[in-house]
Structures are given as C-alpha cells and as structure tokens.
C-alpha cells in the first residue's frame, strides 16, 4: 500500500515587520504550518525568512519559510494574516491611520483576490474595524471567510492586568472584550471571571474593589495606546502576533475555539453590515457562529456606543472606496 504524505497547512503572512516576523516566528516554533512572508521591501521578509530557517533546525521544527515580494508565493495557502500597514506613533489614535493605511489594504486586497481567493483571511492592520471592513470588499470576500483580530487581543489585556490584581495565574482568569478596537471597546466584567469566579462576585466577596475593576477596565481600552507610549516608536507586536495566530489555529487545526472576533454582523446584536468584535466560533470553514450574548441595560449602551464609533470610521471608508 503506498503511503501518501499528508499536505502541510500554509500561511501568507502580509507584512513583514514586527508583527508578522514574530507570528513567523511562532508559526515555525509551533510546527503550524508552513510560511510565506511578503512585504514591500522584500529583502526584509526574505532575511527574516532566511534567519528563521536557521533557527528552525535548533527548534526540531520542518516547517518551510520563504519571504520576498512577490504575491504570487500565495498561491494555495490556506490562511492569510494581513499586517501590513503604518504603524501608531505617539499622539495617533487608529483613527488617524485610515488614509495611509487604507491604500495599502487595496493593494493587499488585489493580491488576495488575484492569487489566495480561497484563503481564510485575518486582519490585522489598524484601524482595525475600518479596515478589515475595506479588505472584505475590495478582496469581494464572504463572511465566512474574513475576521479582524482585536478582541482576542484586547481580551488578553484585561486578563492579564486582573491576574496581577488579583495575584492568582494567570491561567485561572478568563476575559471577554467586544465591540470596536479602540478607546470604547467593551471589557464586560460580567461575563469575566477568576477561577470560575465572576468579577462582579468577587467584589461581592471582597476580593476585589469596584473602583479598582473600573480601573483595570479602564487601562484594557488605553492598553494599545500605553504601549505606544513606552515604546516611543511603533506599537505592540507580541501579544498581536500571538492573538492572531490562536485564531489561525483554530482555523487550520478546526479547533472550535470560541474567540472575539470582529465578525460582520448580519443582524446580530441589532446591528448589520459592519464588523464588530462579538463572540465567535472558528472552524475549518471559517466563521461557523456568532454568539449572541444576554446584554443588561448597562452592557447594551455601552456596546452600542462602541458600534456607533465603527459605524463612523466604516462610513468613512465607504466615502473614500469606489462604490460597490
């Protein structure tokens, strides 16, 4: 009987900086799935490429790594992660990315529709709703097979500053942030807990303060922007890169991992046509569910204060996108 090996899964990471060299970087720790590096400045991904080989022998992994410019090393991958783009500098908000970055989205979107029309897509570049928005349309992608990556993301922030509040692993925390990825995204306390143990009951207990919950809440919406601060120059790359790739996992390995994704919305949470961050089940097939969930009064306003803001941004890339 003749053996037949079995295709190992394929990435295309688009952008070679600082995010995507490390989700390359992950990808080959992991034994993932083979990678393709594309950047503009195709010495840059190549080099990375070139040196994560070498490290690949040191790690036992054979996964394959290529990088360059050319978009058609896409072909036959399986998972696109998009990157590529300016990154914050002090003093921006995502918002004042959109212009820069919403050309480079349009290129990307070509080369994706030219060359990896059946790729599951992540989005990664900022403004985050806005422009995974502009890629599902100019890559006339469905809405099984694009989410932006920003909850995950966000959700892990919050998780770890309750887990150094709390002094507990940070293994025993779990965290849920939706709506938009900006300064009023929606940590929801409610549906957070430690050790199984909600924040809201917790504070009941004594376990926590509220005032330091609303803190904590408070620096999850500012995380990206404190990061930027510190660095002086660019904007956070691990966490990212790390948040990415679980969702490329649980696409590639048909985990089902329930994730916050922005997710085009089809009349989920009363709202239609824009990508917001709600709880999302990935498979083999891409987006399998969107999870609604029981929002009180309070949670409501708050998600449709952040919706209202991605309405703007989205609003503003259709003004400056050719009509559909």
Known sequence: MEFEAKRRKKIALIGGGQIGGTIALLAMQRRLANVVLLDVAGGVASGKALDLSHMAGLAQSDVELVGGDDA????GVDVCIVTAGFPRQPGMSREDLLEENLEVIARVADNIKCHAPNAFVICVTNPLDAMVYA????A?????RIVGMAGVLD??????F???ELNVSRRDVTALVLGGHGDDMVPLPRFSAAGGIPLPQLVEM???EQERLDALTERTRKGGGEIVRLLGKGSAFYAPAQAALEMAESVL?????????ATLLNGEYGVDGLFVGVPTILDATGVRRVIELPLNEREHAAFARSVKSVRRTTREVERLLPPA
Do not use: I, N, W
């Open 140 to 144: 006339d992608l469905p809405r099984e």
């Open 206 to 208: 004594g376990l926590l």
């Open 135 to 138: 890629l599902h349309r100019l």
């Open 155 to 160: 959700s892990a922030r919050f998780r770890a």
């Open 253 to 261: 390995l048909d985990q089902r991992r329930l994730l916050p994704c």
């Open 162 to 164: 309750l887990a150094q």
């Open 72 to 75: 058609k090393a896409m072909a």
